[in-house]
């Protein structure tokens, strides 16, 4: 099964950056797309960003224009650069793979560790 290694998270200000990793056990080219997902406390998880197999990007609208999704195939890692953090950014990141089924796209059931991000003065 696929093994997600997600790190890059901290504690930054609000107004900071941070870039957070995904190494995935996998090729990374062979996924029908890859994606980020945080979960704020008390909160479900949701979805952040999606990169497609043909390079495709698609961003949940609190964070459009202020984070960027993107790949290393040589290296099997997925990236998502974060700018401009604001507190409600405040979660546990977690990459994972996508597959398409019926019209739709799934994750993967199996979930890394995530990694924490904090954004606060």
């Known amino acids: 099964q696929v093994q997600l290694v997600e790190s890059g998270g901290g504690l930054v200000q609000p107004g900071g950056s941070l870039r957070l990793s995904c190494v995935v056990s996998?090729?990374?080219?062979?996924?029908?797309?890859m994606a980020w997902y945080r979960q704020a406390p008390e909160k479900e998880r949701e979805l952040v960003a999606t990169l497609t197999k043909g390079g495709s990007t698609h961003y949940a609208d609190s964070v459009k224009v202020r984070f960027k999704i993107s790949r290393d195939n040589v290296n099997n890692t997925l990236y998502l650069q974060m700018n401009s953090l604001k507190p409600e950014d405040t979660a546990v990141y977690y990459c994972n793979t996508l597959a398409f089924t019926g019209n739709r796209v799934y994750p993967d059931n199996s979930w890394g560790q995530g990694t924490q991000v904090i954004v606060s003065s």
């Open positions: 996998g090729s990374i080219s062979s996924f029908y797309a």
